[in-house]
């Protein structure tokens, strides 16, 4: 059994060996390139090629040399920073090294496609979404009368936006046609005209339900025409007022004092994802962001939401 370890080890060193003689020669232009080309001095040179390097080694799980990389590797890796606790001002240095060395490979041929060229930085200083914590989101969501039509309309909407961390513009304008109630999905257009599909919870699922099997209707009072899934009795689709003015009432039956937003059902969704240690990743796709660093920032949402909870309840908190 020892023997077959060995050569086993061997075996597998043996297959690395060109992926890391590739990634080392990679790197090697790119010290040469700044040194020959940029003038910097040796730190800021050792500061970028430890970057590099600290990329190629993380591509080394899936058998991929520096030049063999494409958006999702960047996007993956930068994920990965994050929720691993780097900062935002590391994240773009990282990223900004990335760049560089890209940049160089690209104008040399050594690349066809510039793996970061779509990748932005993160934004530093950019405010905090607000969002509430799981037991006040609990609290608001138990708020809406589910005897009346309205309630039960109201009631499917924030179950359904919290679900599925839809936008207040993707809410209002859900039609019946974008959902797919036998899978437990719906369909969405966002920013860019974007097609998602989205998962809805069994919670919220079965609260859209009893809205469409009576609530809805109640509501039009059989008026046709009207082919969105949140209406009124107008036979008009919600209004994104209407919807604010819902979820403020709601949040002063639930004694939530702290500020709120149209969005913040949408923010509590994506920071609750991130503290319960869902791949920012998968985040961003739910969410519909182009970028990882729109996403990023419930990373810090979470840190803020710990340090509160510490300082509440820590006797040296």
């Known amino acids: 059994m020892a023997t077959t370890q060995s050569d086993n080890s061997t075996s597998s060193n043996r297959q690395l060996d060109p992926l890391v003689k590739r990634n080392r020669e990679l790197m090697e232009r790119f010290r040469h390139y700044l040194w020959l080309e940029r003038g910097l001095s040796d730190n800021t040179i050792d500061s970028y090629s430890s970057d590099i390097k600290l990329f190629g080694n993380w591509l080394t799980d899936s058998q991929t040399t520096l030049d063999d990389v494409g958006a999702e590797h960047v996007l993956g890796y930068l994920a990965k920073r994050v929720q691993d606790g780097a900062s935002t001002r590391t994240t773009a240095r990282f990223l900004s090294s990335l760049k560089r060395f890209y940049n160089l490979l690209s104008r040399e041929g050594i690349i ?84 998602r599909l ?81 791949d920012l990743r998968v985040v961003q796709l739910l969410l519909g962001h182009s970028s990882i660093s729109t996403t990023q920032i419930y990373t810090h949402v979470a840190a803020e939401r710990l340090k509160e909870l510490h300082s509440e309840h820590h006797p040296r908190g």
């Open 112 to 195: 066809q496609t510039d793996p970061t060229a779509l990748v932005e930085a993160p934004k530093a200083g950019r405010p905090l979404p607000m969002s509430l914590s799981e037991a006040q989101v609990e609290k608001l969501l138990q708020a809406p009368d589910i005897e009346t039509p309205e309630g039960i309309r109201d009631k499917a909407m924030l179950e359904l936006t919290y679900s599925s961390g839809l936008r207040v513009s993707e809410l209002i304008s859900l039609t019946l046609a974008q959902l797919n109630r036998a899978a437990g999905v719906l369909k969405v257009n966002g920013k860019g005209n974007k097609e």
């Open 198 to 278: 989205l998962p809805v919870g069994d919670i919220a699922r079965e609260f859209l339900e009893q809205y469409l099997h009576w609530g809805r209707d109640d509501l039009l009072k059989r008026q046709i025409g009207c082919d969105q899934v949140f209406v009124t009795r107008r036979g008009s689709g919600l209004t994104r007022q209407a919807f604010w003015y819902r979820v403020k009432k709601y949040a002063e039956i639930a004694g939530i004092k702290q500020e709120l937003s149209p969005h913040t059902l949408r923010h509590a969704f994506a920071t609750h994802l991130v503290n319960n240690e869902a």
